[in-house]
């Protein structure tokens, strides 16, 4: 099956420094990398959607200038949290979408997460 | 905009038993799929079952299946023999075929398995 990996799995920094965190489609290409913030106990929220190639739509809500998000390969989107605050601690979630196989334009494939904490 | 509502916070279930799980959405769209996905406390978000709206039977996986009502717009996941290691959050999602192939989702149901 289709694999997606996150790095890292669980970060810890201090306010005010930004945070990189990748998600890797590993054996098929993503043309479409969703991101998404699930805090404890509730369901996942989508942050944004990017397609390989183009800028990513934010949802409403979400400050596009703090969560930049780069896709600029078939296998690869960035996250990266911009002078982060204790607020964004959370769990952040990649999937991937695209050519694994018949009908997998309508699967998508989940990476484990990335755990962050701002002190 | 769709919507999916699970109206089940917590469920729980007799070891080897069987549990269903509710899950209505709604939609104006004629064409979509629907999932439920399992996130055991690893958090990794696990596909349990796919059903394209334009079948009209029901998908099964091994001991998973689902109730699809399309008119009523419900879909509720039927676990037979439950086991310890299907205690989990369960999240129902609707695919939005117009909207970049985005998820919606509801909120989760938390399956507790008694041993």
């Known amino acids: 099956g289709a694999v997606v990996s996150q790095h890292p799995s669980r970060v810890i920094c201090k306010s005010g420094t930004s945070v990189k965190i990748e998600c890797r489609s590993l054996d098929f290409q993503a043309t479409t990398m969703f991101w998404y913030r699930q805090f404890p106990k509730q369901s996942l929220m989508l942050m944004a959607t990017?397609?390989?190639?183009?800028?990513?739509?934010?949802e409403q809500g979400v400050e596009k200038d703090k969560f930049l998000i780069n896709h600029a390969s078939l296998t690869l989107s960035t996250l990266t949290v911009t002078s982060a605050h204790p607020e964004d601690s959370s769990f952040y979630i990649c999937?991937?979408?695209?050519?694994?196989?018949?009908?997998?334009?309508?699967?998508?494939?989940f990476g484990p997460g990335t755990r962050l904490t701002v002190l | 905009a769709q919507t999916v509502t699970q109206s089940q916070p917590e469920m729980s279930v007799q070891e080897a038993e069987t549990v269903t799980l509710s899950c209505t959405y709604d939609t104006s769209e004629s064409d979509y799929y629907l999932f439920w996905y399992k996130q055991p406390p690893s958090r990794q978000m696990i596909l349990v079952i796919r059903?394209?709206?334009?079948k009209q039977q029901n998908a099964t996986e091994n001991r998973f299946s689902v109730n699809f009502q399309k008119a009523a717009k419900s879909f509720s996941l039927k676990i037979s023999d439950s086991q310890l290691g299907d205690a989990a959050m369960y999240f129902c999602?609707?695919?939005?075929?117009?909207?970049?192939?985005?998820?919606?989702w509801g909120a989760g149901t938390k399956l507790i398995i008694k041993p």
């Open positions: 990017s397609n390989e190639g183009s800028k990513a739509t934010y």
């Open positions: 999602a609707y695919l939005s075929m117009d909207s970049n192939y985005q998820l919606i």
């Open positions: 059903q394209e709206a334009y």
């Open positions: 999937s991937a979408s695209g050519l694994a196989g018949e009908g997998s334009y309508n699967e998508q494939f």
